[in-house]
């Protein structure tokens, strides 16, 4: 898998400070870096053949269709594409005019991500979002009339601005545009964020963890009844339609990442990252430099990584792997450790894996973390 940071980003969100903004005079120097960065580490992953390639990070559909396409044939300079690779563009509803969809129709983009976040003006504006209620719905239309199937859309609950009523709405409008993957995230707060900010002013209410966990369990309950599968605790797909890139972070498949800020895995036990200042990554690349760290994560760390990872999907932690893995005194906390839990059904075993019933997985995170090493 090969993941592509694009760090160009319109707009900072109330509810987010991950951002990068830089002048779009960039551009260029950028795209040029990002090549040079492909070419280096071309033999970084131990296959060659590509089953995901995803455009992700700030603003990708910033680009235009035409410099994402030589992006594109950059990573096959060097790499072969399955048949049935799954190339995922993310892209905000305002980027996705005509024009542009037409473009990329041409292109090998066969997946959208779109950041919907809610289908109401007042959601929106709270989240400082650059397009209308209107523009989210049309979006997705004028997907689909380009021929853009697999479609996945963000949607954000326990939104101050929102109610149970309102997150139905917003979940009977996705089903009714027939968007065959959903990730649906709870609204949190940030520090140094706007949004920060406007709830210690009381201007705007905090999140309420009760309304959270009961919007929560009505998604999941609204889709599955209408052919989702709950598949990760943050994502919901039709059959056929599972994330394949985010699946393989799911599975610890080995991936490569791409661009300021982007990270990367060997699938054991080196994790690598690149700067985020963007000016630093393209003097390196300038160079012919990586501009990149890496850490060996111990033992530990990959014990904690599995469980935490593992515990927030359908297919839990392969007990057997685990085994193969590691060591007496790792196999001896985790099983002091999870004894109380199973004994209280907040963890059971099926299959000779390890899960958390799905009843539990608003608070899977906590569940995972009281197995960790530390």
Same mark, same amino acid.
């Given at each position: 898998m090969i993941y592509i940071h694009i760090p160009f980003c319109k707009q900072k969100c109330s509810?987010?400070?991950?951002?990068?903004?830089?002048?779009?005079?960039?551009?260029?120097?950028m795209l040029a870096a990002m090549k040079t960065e492909i070419f280096l580490r071309k033999d970084e992953l131990q296959?060659?053949?590509l089953r995901s390639l995803y455009f992700g990070g700030g603003t990708p559909s910033i680009l235009?269709?035409?410099?994402?396409?030589?992006?594109?044939? %950059? *990573?096959?300079?060097?790499?072969?594409? %399955?048949?049935?690779?799954?190339?995922?563009?993310? $892209?905000?509803?305002?980027?996705?005019?005509?024009?542009?969809?037409?473009?990329?129709?041409?292109?090998?983009?066969?997946?959208?991500?779109?950041?919907? /976040?809610?289908?109401?003006?007042?959601?929106?504006? @709270? &989240?400082?979002? $650059?397009?209308t209620a209107n523009e989210a719905e049309d979006s997705i239309k004028r997907s689909q009339d380009f021929g853009f199937e697999n479609l996945s859309i963000d949607l954000i609950y326990g939104s101050p601005t929102s109610n149970l009523k309102?997150?139905?709405?917003?979940?009977?409008?996705? *089903?009714?545009?027939?968007?065959?993957?959903?990730?649906?995230?709870?609204l949190t707060i940030e520090s140094k964020t706007a949004l920060e900010n406007w709830i210690s002013k009381g201007k705007v209410k905090s999140p309420r963890e009760e309304e959270q966990n009961k919007e929560f369990y009505y998604l999941s309950d609204f889709l599955k009844n209408n052919g989702f599968e709950h598949y990760e605790v943050?994502?919901? $797909?039709?059959?056929?339609?599972y994330s394949r890139h985010n699946s393989g972070y799911w599975k610890y498949k080995e991936y490569l990442g791409i661009g300021p800020s982007a990270h990367s895995y060997n699938g054991f036990d080196i994790r690598?990252?690149? *700067? $985020?200042?963007? /000016? #630093?990554?393209?003097?390196?690349?300038?160079?012919? +430099?990586?501009?990149?760290?890496?850490? *060996? +994560?111990? &033992?530990?760390? #990959? !014990?904690?990584? &599995?469980?935490?990872?593992? @515990?927030?999907?359908?297919?839990?932690?392969?007990?057997?792997?685990?085994? /193969?893995?590691?060591?007496?005194?790792? +196999?001896?906390? !985790? #099983?002091?450790e999870t004894k109380s839990k199973l004994e209280e059904k907040v963890l059971i075993i099926e299959g000779n894996h390890l899960k958390i019933p799905e009843k539990h997985w608003f608070m899977a995170d906590g569940i995972a973390s009281d197995l960790f090493i530390v």
């Open positions: 509810y987010c400070n991950f951002h990068f903004s830089t002048s779009l005079g960039f551009k260029d120097e296959s060659k053949n235009t269709p035409d410099e994402i396409k030589t992006l594109i044939d %950059e *990573v096959l300079k060097h790499f072969t594409f %399955e048949n049935d690779i799954e190339i995922t563009l993310e $892209a905000n509803p305002d980027d996705l005019d005509k024009s542009f969809l037409r473009g990329l129709s041409g292109s090998s983009i066969n997946r959208l991500s779109i950041g919907t /976040q809610s289908f109401f003006e007042d959601d929106l504006k @709270l &989240m400082n979002r $650059a397009h309102i997150w139905k709405e917003n979940l009977n409008k996705t *089903v009714a545009l027939e968007v065959p993957h959903i990730s649906s995230y709870a943050s994502n919901f $797909a039709k059959p056929g339609f690598s990252w690149n *700067v $985020a200042n963007n /000016q #630093q990554y393209i003097k390196k690349l300038n160079s012919n +430099l990586l501009a990149k760290e890496e850490e *060996v +994560l111990s &033992m530990e760390d #990959q !014990f904690n990584e &599995m469980i935490m990872i593992g @515990l927030r999907t359908i297919w839990g932690v392969d007990l057997e792997n685990l085994k /193969q893995k590691f060591n007496g005194r790792i +196999l001896e906390h !985790f #099983q002091n």
